[in-house]
């Protein structure tokens, strides 16, 4: 290669390199004061920092405290704890400084730019000009979809391993190698799958899939020079699939705790519906507009961009013209109908079909996601057009030249200014109703102070002219070649501008996060994961318990009251009739011994629990009883908890629904939790073992004599080592000295009955969405005997927001009292003690929505139909006390009900009720 040449191969590759910091300009790492927020920010970073924190300080998380209850750390998924991106981020300076969004900033626009890149060599390797490599790489990169994605987070990872995928793939059929080539594409599919988003995971697998079928068939088009035949795709298929199946074994680490851990326990993303799946469609004209007016497309299915993508809608329109488009184009472009049908949910038969038919389709919602797959589609009969050849078309006694591509330009502009027409006459000229239902409304945010209108008509303008451009640069055979150069211009500025009024959306002020120092503090204050874990990530242990019970908010305590019963059903039963603070309610054991235990811890006034060791795996108790007891651990049981007692493995059961118990000695006891998964056992030992099967492969044809040996064994010694790494991490990391001390409170004679009943929230404008309805069932922490400041539970801002409580049966009450100290005033609703995150956003606000606000009206019924009032709240918050309510004569009732006034929300740390 010459100088000259390989100078402007290394400045293409550079601009390339920084064009996502051109297009994302406004969000520049270490410079801008804002970035995209969202789903980015609430739980991308703050789940990667939780578990990198846990690895920093020497334990490999398998479960992670307080994340939507306690769970598996395969639930943390946007945490990405399998992909590289996480854990450069974390080695990079000042990111445990407060700098971990700025790096993870900066390594998403630097995948986005090497992903281009290698789009770009791939399409050079389909014979394409640089020029014409870059722009389509380009425009395939860059779109609508990405400014979706990059709100979500880790999605983006997706799309860039579905990208580079799928080029290896074709790279892999233009030029096979031993060795690289199959490597590359176990290491994309290893990237794609661990990428941390399982519905675009899905797509993404199933896209790549989808070009490794046509890959044989459409590069044999585009270079006619490499023949193809059924022998040549079966033998490409059969080693293309296999390295999809080395790269699935690959990751097993992350897919079987994966789905063992989490998809087998999990209710809300899993098995529901079809009225789900469907949820959140674009209208018909708002997908046809990612072709035309692409801010008026819905964001979770948008996928337009650069107004050339409409010239491959055109091809099949070629043949009217007498055009012959290759059998394996017209496959492509029935893929994208496909998927754009695909993408109307219930208005085709297509997603149901798909939806019922196809393994997990079921547990995907919003049909429009699979636009990810599109854009590369998309990309590919760009390219075949582009490189089509001339043709003559005879109009009378003229005989005219063209290319394909000219032709289709045309087409495409003049549906864009029809369209274009067609909106002003029906917005502005003749004001018709009809006009404007061919017209979806804009989704934009407001990044500079320009009309959207005029917005829009600026990126039209940009998508006609680089149309001409275009068109300009075919006619002249490439005489004008300053035409390409403003068609690159104008492409690039068109969606620049595209991407930033659609990612205003979710713009964000930066901030920063926090330190290792700070989150050490805040792991030795409580050990939980202080932030909403997301909607419809609890497992169905706990949303059973919450909507039964309560989850235990003491992590560790002693029972004195030990009731023995059958199954988790009758535990239940037992619990909703009576249940005071000092009873466990055990399954499975034997009732004499219950009774025994029972009759000589009555007594019992002195004992004491107090937490001496804890990493995210393993917990270490000293326990002090009087008397034999029983001890109870308060995460949601799983059967993962193995325990034991001064060194000798006990019987460890399920305790009130959901709750872990054990049997304790009198007197000093030593009380250890290991939390152990055989699914991560598994996981990490099939991709151990296959790493060393790949990597030996690689040494076996890259070396040649004792150096294949070599490199063979370094490779399993790493692998053997890693594994043993791993194994050593679980349960050896530092402690992390959470102060935690609980001591013994003897029963008093005066019990709250309100403790453990069940309660539900109501309000006169209900919440439907299934993620609010979800967060609703923490209320039950009203009842859940923690009356400490911020221990309670914050409901959504509601028109009269109320909260029920059923006290099983008609009984007489005397005092009610509200604990109202939380100082706590944040936009979500949920624990109080989960919130931290959200307090940031208050000053966003213009008005900060009142709390409880007054009056409180109390109300009683017999029947939770007919209520009748019976006091009112009037007093203004305080802080410092609870409000007692205190009757004059007994009352009977059997449900209660307290409601704020006017719009408000309700938030408690605990709610007591007495008889006497």
């Keep these: 290669m010459k100088l000259s040449e390989r100078t402007q191969q290394t400045s293409a590759y550079c601009i390339i390199m920084l064009m996502p910091f051109l297009v994302f300009y406004w969000m520049l790492p270490f410079i801008s004061s804002v970035t995209i927020g969202n789903d980015y920010l609430r739980f991308s970073v703050l789940q990667q920092m939780e578990l990198q924190f846990s690895l920093k300080t020497g334990s490999f998380p398998m479960y992670v405290p307080g994340f939507a209850s306690g769970h598996s750390s395969s639930a943390l998924t946007l945490g990405q704890l399998f992909h590289p991106l996480s854990h450069i981020a974390s080695m990079l300076p000042g990111y445990w400084d407060g700098n971990a969004v700025e790096w993870n900033s900066f390594l998403k626009l630097l995948s986005l730019g090497l992903c281009q890149l290698i789009l770009f060599l791939f399409l050079q390797k389909m014979k394409l000009s640089s020029i014409f490599s870059f722009l389509l790489s380009f425009i395939t990169v860059y779109n609508l979809r990405i400014a979706d994605l990059f709100r979500h987070g880790t999605p983006l990872e997706a799309y860039t391993g579905f990208l580079i995928l799928c080029s290896v793939i074709g790279w892999y059929f233009i030029k096979p190698h031993k060795w690289l080539g199959p490597v590359s594409i176990i290491g994309a599919t290893y990237l794609l799958i661990c990428n941390g988003h399982p ?7 199933l896209g790549a899939g989808l070009f490794a079928f046509a890959a044989p068939f459409y590069l044999s088009t585009m270079l006619p020079d490499r023949h193809v035949n059924l022998n040549v795709a079966c033998v490409f298929w059969l080693k293309t699939f296999f390295c999809f199946f080395l790269g699935i074994l690959l990751s097993s680490v992350y897919i079987v705790p994966f789905y063992f851990d989490f998809i087998q326990m999990n209710i809300d993303r899993v098995g529901q519906s079809y009225a789900w799946a469907d949820s959140e469609l674009d209208t018909v004209i708002g997908t046809l507009n990612n072709f035309l007016m692409p801010l008026r497309s819905d964001v979770n299915s948008a996928f337009g961009g650069s107004s050339l993508i409409l010239i491959a809608v055109i091809i099949p329109a070629l043949r009217l013209v007498r055009i012959k488009v290759p059998l394996s184009i017209y496959a492509i472009w029935g893929l994208l109908l496909f998927m754009f049908l695909f993408m109307q949910g219930n208005r085709t038969p297509v997603h149901r079909l798909v939806w019922e038919h196809l393994p997990f389709a079921s547990s995907i919602r919003v049909a429009g996601r699979i636009t990810i797959i599109m854009p590369f589609f998309i990309m590919l009969l760009l390219a075949w057009i582009a490189r089509a050849g001339v043709i003559s078309l005879r109009l009378g006694r003229y005989v005219f ?25 029906g917005y502005y000229v003749f004001q018709s109703p009809i006009l404007w239902d061919l017209f979806s409304d804009y989704s934009a945010g407001h990044f500079l102070d320009i009309p959207f209108p005029l917005v829009e008509l600026i990126t039209i303008l940009l998508g006609a002219s680089s149309l001409i451009f275009l068109i300009v640069h075919d006619v002249s055979n490439g005489r004008f070649r300053w035409s390409l150069i403003l068609l690159t211009l104008l492409t690039i500025i068109q969606l620049c501008i595209l991407i930033s009024y659609r990612s205003a959306f979710w713009s964000d002020k930066k901030y920063a996060s926090s330190t290792f120092e700070e989150m050490k503090m805040q792991k030795m204050n409580t050990f939980e994961y202080i932030y909403y874990p997301g909607g419809g990530l609890h497992s ?7 909507k039964r019970s309560f989850m235990e908010p003491y992590l560790g305590k002693i029972f004195t009251s030990v009731i023995a019963v059958t199954d988790q059903e009758d535990g239940y039963t037992r ?3 009576e249940r005071f603070p000092h009873q466990v309610f055990v399954e499975g054991y034997d009732p004499q011994k219950a009774m025994a235990i029972s009759a000589r811890a009555k007594d019992l006034i002195k004992g004491s629990v107090t937490l001496v060791y804890n990493s995210f795996n393993r917990l270490q108790f000293s326990v002090y009883a009087e008397e034999p007891a029983f ?51 598994w996981g990490m030992l099939v991709s151990c073992i296959t790493f060393a099967a790949i990597g030996t492969y690689i040494s076996c044809h890259a070396f040649q004599g004792k150096k294949w040996i070599i490199s063979a064994v370094i490779i399993i010694i790493i692998s053997t080592s890693g594994f043993l790494q791993w194994y050593h991490g679980l349960f050896n990391g530092n402690n992390l000295q959470t102060k935690y001390e609980w001591n013994y409170t003897t029963p008093v004679k005066a019990p709250n009955i309100a403790y453990g009943k069940k309660s539900r929230t109501a309000s006169d404008d209900i919440r439907t969405h299934w993620a609010d309805r979800e967060r609703e069932l923490y209320s039950n922490r009203f009842v859940d005997g923690d009356s400490s400041p911020c221990s309670g539970f914050t409901t959504l801002i509601h028109n009269n927001p109320a909260w029920i409580l059923d006290l099983s049966k ?18 979500i609703e949920g624990p109080t003690n989960m919130l931290h995150f959200y307090s940031r956003e208050i000053d966003k606000l213009e008005e900060i929505p009142p709390v409880n606000a007054r009056p409180l009206s109390i109300a009683f019924s017999n029947d939770g139909d007919s209520w009748r009032a019976a006091a009112f709240v009037t007093l203004p918050l305080d802080y410092n006390r609870p409000e007692r309510i205190v009757f004059d ?3 009977t009732t059997r449900y209660i009900r307290i409601t704020a006034s006017g719009r408000s929300k309700l938030m408690f740390d605990e709610v007591e009720v007495y008889g006497h």
């Design 199 to 205: 519905e675009e995971m899905y797509y993404g697998l």
């Design 401 to 425: 030249t063209l290319k394909p591509l000219t032709l289709s330009a045309v087409f495409a502009l003049l549906i864009i200014i029809i369209f274009y027409l067609l909106h002003i006459a």
């Design 540 to 546: 169905s242990v706990v949303m059973t318990q919450l």
């Design 575 to 577: 619990m909703e009739q």
């Design 631 to 681: 001890f109870g651990l308060s995460y949601p049981y799983t059967g993962n908890w193995e325990a034991t007692v001064n060194g000798n493995k006990v019987n460890v059961y399920r305790a009130n629904g959901a709750a872990h118990a054990i049997e304790i000695p009198a007197g000093v006891s030593e009380i250890e939790f290991k939390y152990w998964s055989s699914a991560w056992l």
């Design 810 to 827: 008609i009984m007489e009450i005397k005092t009610i009292v509200l604990y109202e100290r939380c100082k706590i005033k944040a936009l």
């Design 889 to 891: 004569s007994p009352q």
